[in-house]
């Protein structure tokens, strides 16, 4: 494989998809086929999946003694040579300089924006990713930026109870996937003492607790929200209730060993929801 298809390999564009939330302004703004507010966000989302690759590069590298050992991981460009470390470190700095030098010339506020996310994301790599509860409020603020960064690019702002939901989703998805990972392990080695101990009840009782928190901020955006009164957005309640039983149903269906992130982006039934989610705000808010 040339360098290029390595380090896009490399950089999981897989990942991406979570990125998409920069797009939600323009479904605010009742205007989707403005041409102008299409480019900046797909610039923007852009170049946060540049900087997304740019940290799955750096966590690769750094962690390629132990993916060597890792039977899954050990195939990967990094820590199987494909890629050595040398070619990767400069693949990082293009990739780097490129995405840094769009996102500055979309506006100072949105390479702001950019670099608090590119830290974050540095941070949850290198120092949080295995520290219970800060991993969910890490990639919850890296979620918060991207879509932040999305009303910054365009000058367009979402209601503040839209960000604390897709905040509290965020979390609620970080609770979920160690859910769903305990519950893969211990189909494995039923014994495991991480599937039936404090840690994992400490887990549920989070997760029982984000579920109704979650459904309680939608509502309430919905219901007494300036765009919930404004467009009738009650009726794009069922949608928010569906999405989360079904990311429910997701976490606790173990017929794939998959991990919920790649569940959740493939599922069709989710991308339904979601799709009918978007035509029901466009047609309020046309209609209203």
Known sequence: MKTFELLLVTMRPDR???HLVI?????FTGDLLNLVYVIKLTVAFVVFSLLSGSISIIDDIIDKEEDIKDPLKR????ASGQLGIERAEFGTAVILAGAFTAAFLLGPVFGLAATGYFFVSLSYFLLLKNHFVLDALAVSAEISLCLIAGT???SKPVSSWLLVFVMLVSVLLVFCERKRAFLLDAQKAPSSPLSSGPYASLLD???SFSVPLVLSVYILYALIGPDGIRYNLVYTIPFAVYFIYRIFYLTYDLGSPRPLEKQVSTDIAVFIDIALWILAVSALMRFS
């Open 23 to 27: 797009f939600l302004p323009l479904l």
């Open 16 to 18: 991406w998809w979570r």
């Open 75 to 78: 195939t990967l460009p990094v």
């Open 152 to 154: 910054v690019a365009i």
């Open 205 to 207: 009782s989070l997760i």
